[in-house]
């Protein structure tokens, strides 16, 4: 018999409950229409909470959707005031407060390592490949890493999970420590550090601050694992350090030579690295997964084969395919650095021909204009770009005419038949802008469908 993921007794007591729970749960939920037969419904009060900087409420009572969550056959109902429903109900003084208490004691519960993961991009796809390489672990959903996210996630953690995972992220200064203090990582992954949410926290060595304050839930036998290229000196944490990059004197080293890759170990064994989905950045991510393999005292050899045929998470660098274009799709978001590597790794594939279609890049600052000028020259090589957005007009007026492929001014005016029409079976084509553009409107739907119509004549 499967053990419940909380019995009554470890929710009584993890809550602090004047009277005691009566049911146990097999998960938690924030939301009636995922939840799944036998969670426990938390009831959010949907208002920011101002102890957590970048706290958003959601502006929706989860205590409207409790009798939701009873039909959808929730086994208890976490509430800060009673409403009227035969489920069972737990009362506490704050859900949102509850919510950390109940994370907090997941995490003192659980006796196995705990990975947490920062960084300006590709954090979501890393959490995957750890997992990947990690069989039995429990890895946050999505990208469920913020203030309320992360306890969610961590409050899911079962006892007998081979490791935990957990993605940490930030839109403004002060939000990484106290979530990275709640899960109490053995390993923290500083990824990398990019000119993402600059018009939140001003400059890249505030960005470098926050991300390595990842490091205030270590405790001192935990590990930091960042860039061989980062700066240190006030990372605030005395334990372990393990470096990873391509440096020389990378702890865990990338080595290309001759269009074949591996990674070299702090004992100088190599270890051959040939992803299913490539690319210099993927290269990259996979020497820091095995860095942090490294960090926690594993051998990270019987975990490559997983890690290798990984598929990255939907919008993150995929392929797809219709009427013989392959189509990346990479639209979850974006930014400077992300659009090199992507190009750079869009410049290695086999195809007839390769395109981009690059929508505008958001949370830039006062720079943003320059920062999507200046792409032009990691677009040399490319057949053709395709821009769409009022920031990105200054790339496509930056770029030499025999690559101008065309220019819309938002999703909504791009003519996806017309982008459609000037792809042929061969090409290659990566699609790639921040999350509000073609995440949102579906764009790699779109093409792929304007694809297979102009292949089937139009009908």
Not at 72 to 91: C, E, H, I, T
Request: aromatic residues 4%; proline residues 5%; contains cysteine.
């Amino acid at each position: 018999m499967t053990r419940p993921l909380w019995t009554a007794r470890e929710l009584t007591d993890a809550l602090g409950l004047a009277e005691s729970v009566l049911v146990d749960v097999d998960g938690v939920s924030i939301d009636s229409r995922s939840l799944e037969r036998g969670d426990l419904f938390v009831a959010l009060s949907g208002v920011p909470d101002a102890r957590y900087r970048g706290a958003a409420g959601s502006g929706r009572d989860g205590h409207d959707f409790v009798a939701a969550a009873a039909r959808r056959g929730a086994a208890a109902a976490l509430v800060s005031r009673r409403v009227d429903s035969d489920l069972p109900q737990l009362l506490v003084a704050d859900t949102f407060t509850a919510l950390w208490q109940l994370a907090a004691c997941a995490r003192k519960r659980f006796p196995g390592p705990v990975f947490a993961v920062t960084g300006s991009s590709g954090k979501t796809t890393v959490k995957g490949m750890l997992a990947a390489a990690l069989p039995g672990s429990h890895a946050s959903e999505g990208s469920f890493n913020n203030h309320i996210g992360v306890p969610l996630s961590l409050a899911r953690l079962a006892q007998d999970a081979q490791a935990g995972i957990f993605e940490i992220g930030m839109n403004s200064p002060g939000e990484i420590a106290p979530l990275s203090e709640l899960v109490r990582p053995n390993v923290a992954l500083v990824l990398n550090v990019l000119g993402v949410h600059l018009e939140g926290l001003g400059s890249l060595d505030a960005i470098r601050r926050e991300k390595l304050s990842i490091a205030a839930g270590l405790d001192a036998d935990g590990a930091l694992v960042v860039p061989d290229s980062l700066d240190l000196d006030d990372s605030h944490h005395s334990g372990s350090r393990v470096t990873f990059g391509s440096g020389v004197h990378a702890d865990v080293r990338l080595v290309e030579e001759g269009g074949v890759a591996c990674i070299r170990l702090p004992d100088g064994n190599n270890l051959a690295l040939r992803l299913v989905v490539d690319g210099p950045h993927r290269r990259l991510s996979a020497t820091a997964v095995i860095a942090c393999l490294v960090a926690a005292g594993m051998d990270p050899a019987p975990a490559l084969p997983c890690l290798e045929a990984m598929q990255p998470p939907k919008g993150r660098g995929g392929s797809h395919h219709a009427a013989g274009v392959r189509v990346i799709d990479d639209s979850y978001n974006a930014n400077p650095d992300s659009i090199r590597l992507a190009l750079q790794a869009l410049r290695e594939q086999p195809a007839t021909r390769r395109f981009a279609l690059l929508g505008d890049m958001l949370e830039l600052g006062v720079d943003e204009l320059a920062l999507h000028r200046i792409l032009a020259a990691a677009c040399h090589g490319l057949d053709g770009v395709f821009c769409v957005g009022e920031r990105m007009a200054a790339l496509h007026d930056a770029l030499p005419p025999v690559l101008r492929a065309g220019w819309w001014p938002d999703c909504q005016a791009m003519d996806i038949d017309a982008i459609a029409a000037e792809l042929r079976a061969g090409d290659v084509i990566l699609v790639k802008a921040s999350n509000r553009l073609f995440w949102k409107s579906a764009t790699v739907s779109g093409l792929l469908t304007a694809l297979e119509r102009q292949a089937n004549g139009g009908a």
